[in-house]
């Protein structure tokens, strides 16, 4: 019996796991980044599935060889039997097969689509028919077939044959075709070295090409070397005090400048009538441009150019497409290494459906983005295994159909085959429908995507825009909430707005017209109030205090006069409007709306309590402190209700602002804060002027009695740290001497 139910429990077990799913141990995890820059874990779009080095591809194979080139003898065929030494970049034609530079052997390898070798291009016989060489090549180009006169011309071989400061083209089987020399023009300095490290083509054979010496710009010229400007210049960024400091500076010292150079780009590829660039910008400059989300085109590592050098890239994503984000945590999975600073962006490439990918050098991983500059995905790592590139050697990206090719160009100078997962396949169809139109498609892929992936936020980003395409303008605003989409929720949003108001339009004069009578009754009222109590001998009641504050923020130096010599204000009035002021902090905090607060973080009311009160009782106890040693009149009573009652212009804005943000669209949240911020500097003034009445002082007195004040709020603060610092160190001291009393008795 036992040894029968032995068998069983063996049996169960290895049942049990048959059941369970396969999983593929990946050497790097997939991802992407939440609004907070807190990277979530995706399904993996992309995995590797081999790596092909000299050896797979038949270069080293003699006998390989001899079957492409019979007419050669074994000791030339034995020289070109090396494997790839430091490769610089990889291309694809449009028949998929794959074209490697291999730098170091000053030569082209061409492969088929599986990566076996075609043919080399190392010697040609050129336009003079002498046999001609490369020399350190690095980039290369694979122009697309097109139809002339009926004909199909094949794409061209454009390589950057850069010791030789030239471009040389060759026909998809090898075949050499010509020579683009160094541009001419008087634009271009006669003494620098023209080195072409990258290239790309349009359809009108225009060359754009990328010169490692170039500091104006990408060159633009003609297939036959007639050179047509520069486009795309990167701005320089110069400091006042640089721009000051160099006005003293003598003519040879500001020749010694690099700060006044602009930066050349390092790689460059093309996609339809749009040219994507890489450049490598200071860490300084990019992690700034992280770090505020600013997504202009002066600070981004990849800019996408029109043939003008226009810059056009969408950036909608929640942070600029530069790569890594959270690198100050990130650590290398793996080694557990940390990687500092930005990402080092060496190399584009353009995917099906306007997605496109970026290379971190550093980290050794790709960043691909959909057209409008969301991240789709982020994977890779540093290391040894397949699917990992070693430290600093990740050189270029391109893809295959299907597939993406990675090229390592360490020792073991191969690249990489990653074929596209289910998930991945899914996620492009998704992005393809949408391009395409096919809006119900689309939701039903970026739906099934989110069962993978309710961390994506492109997914409700794509299902938002296939709902507004389809007028569904109240689901799609939901959507794009839920990716804090704050762009598309306005353009969606906007439409609702606009339907509520043709629908509404006879509404909105009479609520305007209610409202501005309304409050002109009101002011016209407290004015009344307020010169008859002027007169009046009696003893002031608590709404008359109250009213006051309408006729103080109007008429501050009378206003602060009456406040303290005529007791027209009183603590409690202070107190009111001090209360009031707290509960506007807090509402502005809980009801502001979605495009003011997309990401939804609320204040606790003892954070609304604390943010009033903190700051306006350091400046009162500061302020007294001071006045009292410099003549000041007013005592901490008079200080406390002048600024409680300076606190009216900030409630009157900030609350019908927070009312307005549940209404507007992101491109009017500036208008909005335009308020509040005219709210907090009429406060300011008033705080101003209240303490030069109440402390009879002049304007220049009070200027520096301000600025102490300030100062003295920071050394109360400081102080206040110390103090709570070693109070606490005190009481765990206490504390651990009772504990080991108790462990000793």
């Known amino acids: 019996m036992k040894k029968f139910t032995s068998i069983m429990c063996i049996v169960f077990v290895f049942v049990m796991l048959l059941s369970l799913p396969a999983v593929a141990a990946n050497p790097y995890y997939t991802y992407t980044y939440s609004i907070s820059g807190t990277d979530l874990r995706s399904p993996d779009a992309y995995v590797p599935d081999r790596e092909v080095t000299s050896d797979y591809m038949g270069i080293t194979d003699v006998n390989k060889l001899r079957e492409l080139y019979p007419n050669l003898s074994d000791e030339e065929l034995a020289a070109k039997a090396i494997p790839l030494k430091t490769p610089t970049d990889i291309a694809v034609d449009e028949y998929k097969n794959v074209y490697v530079v291999d730098r170091d052997n000053n030569r082209i390898v061409a492969l088929d689509p599986y990566y076996k070798v075609r043919f080399i291009i190392d010697t040609f016989t050129n336009i003079n028919g002498n046999i001609d060489t490369l020399n350190a090549p690095e980039g290369i180009f694979i122009s697309k077939s097109k139809i002339v006169g009926g004909e199909k011309i094949d794409g061209r071989v454009f390589v950057c044959d850069t010791a030789n400061s030239r471009i040389l083209t060759f026909s998809i089987d090898g075949k050499f075709l010509s020579e683009i020399g160094q541009p001419k023009s008087e634009l271009i300095d006669a003494t620098s070295v023209y080195s072409p490290v990258a290239v790309a083509v349009d359809r009108y054979d225009r060359l754009y090409v990328v010169d490692r010496n170039s500091q104006n710009g990408i060159v633009v010229m003609t297939d036959t070397g007639v050179f047509t400007g520069y486009i795309g210049a990167q701005k320089v960024d110069v400091s006042f005090w640089d721009k000051l400091w160099r006005r003293f500076k003598t003519e040879e010292q500001r020749e010694l400048e690099t700060n006044y150079i602009s930066t050349a780009y390092n790689n460059i590829t093309l996609a339809g009538d749009f040219i994507y660039a890489t450049i490598v910008l200071d860490d300084a400059k990019v992690e700034s441009a992280i770090k505020s989300k600013n997504k202009g085109g002066d600070s ?27 690198f100050f945590n990130k650590i290398n999975a793996l080694q557990g290494t940390y990687i500092s600073g930005p990402s080092r962006v060496i190399d584009v490439a353009v995917g099906p459906e306007n997605t496109w990918s970026i290379i971190d050098q550093k ?176 003893k002031r009641t608590y709404g008359q205090e109250l009213l006051f504050a309408f006729h103080l923020i109007l008429h501050p130096f009378d206003g602060f006069w009456d406040l303290k010599h005529e007791k027209r204000g009183s ?86 602002a927070t009312i307005v943000s549940n209404f507007i669209l992101a491109n009017e949240v500036k208008t909005v804060s335009l308020i509040t911020t005219l709210g907090l500097v009429w406060m300011a003034l008033l705080i101003f002027f209240g303490t030069m009445v109440t402390h009879d002082y002049t304007i220049g007195k009070n200027v520096i009695t301000v600025i102490a004040t300030l100062a003295g709020m920071i050394a109360i603060m400081f102080i206040a740290i110390l103090f709570s610092t070693l109070l606490g160190k005190l009481v765990g001291f206490i504390t651990n001497i009772v504990t080991e009393l108790q462990y000793r008795m």
């Open 363 to 538: 980290r050794s991983k790709v960043f691909t983005y959909d057209f409008d500059g969301n991240l789709l995905f982020a994977f890779g790592d540093k290391g040894d295994l397949l699917g990992n590139i070693a430290e600093n050697s990740l050189r270029a990206i391109d893809y295959q159909g299907d597939a993406m090719l990675l090229l390592d160009s360490s020792e073991k100078a191969s690249f990489t085959v990653y074929q596209r997962t289910e998930y991945g396949d899914v996620l492009l169809q998704a992005i393809e429908n949408q391009n395409n139109r096919r809006f119900d498609a689309a939701i039903d892929d970026w739906t099934e995507i989110l069962k993978r992936n309710s961390n994506f936020d492109a997914a409700y980003i794509g299902i938002g825009n296939a709902l507004y395409e389809n007028q569904q303008f109240s689901e799609a605003v939901e959507q794009y909430k839920l990716a804090y989409d704050t762009t598309n929720y306005s353009q969606a949003y906007s439409e609702l707005r606009q339907n509520w108001i043709s629908s509404y339009l006879w509404t909105l004069p009479i609520i305007l017209f209610v409202i501005i009578f309304a409050l002109s009754k009101f002011l016209g009222y407290a004015k009344k109030v307020n010169k008859r109590v002027s007169v009046s001998a009696e």
């Open 571 to 656: 603590v409690r009035a202070g107190t009111t409007f001090l209360v009031i002021a707290i509960a506007a902090f807090y509402y502005n905090s809980i009801g502001a709306g979605y495009v003011t607060n997309p990401e939804a973080q609320y204040m606790s009311l003892f954070g609304a309590i604390t943010g009033v009160t903190v700051p306006l009782a350091l400046w009162i106890i500061a302020n007294w402190c001071l006045t009292t040693l410099f003549d000041g009149e007013g005592s901490m009573k008079d200080i406390y209700i002048a600024c409680t009652y300076s606190l009216l212009p900030l409630i009157m804005t900030l609350i019908p």
């Open 300 to 326: 981004a590592p990849v800019k996408m150019l029109n043939a003008a050098g226009s810059e056009l890239m969408r950036r909608n994503g929640f942070y600029p497409p530069s790569g890594e984000i959270d």
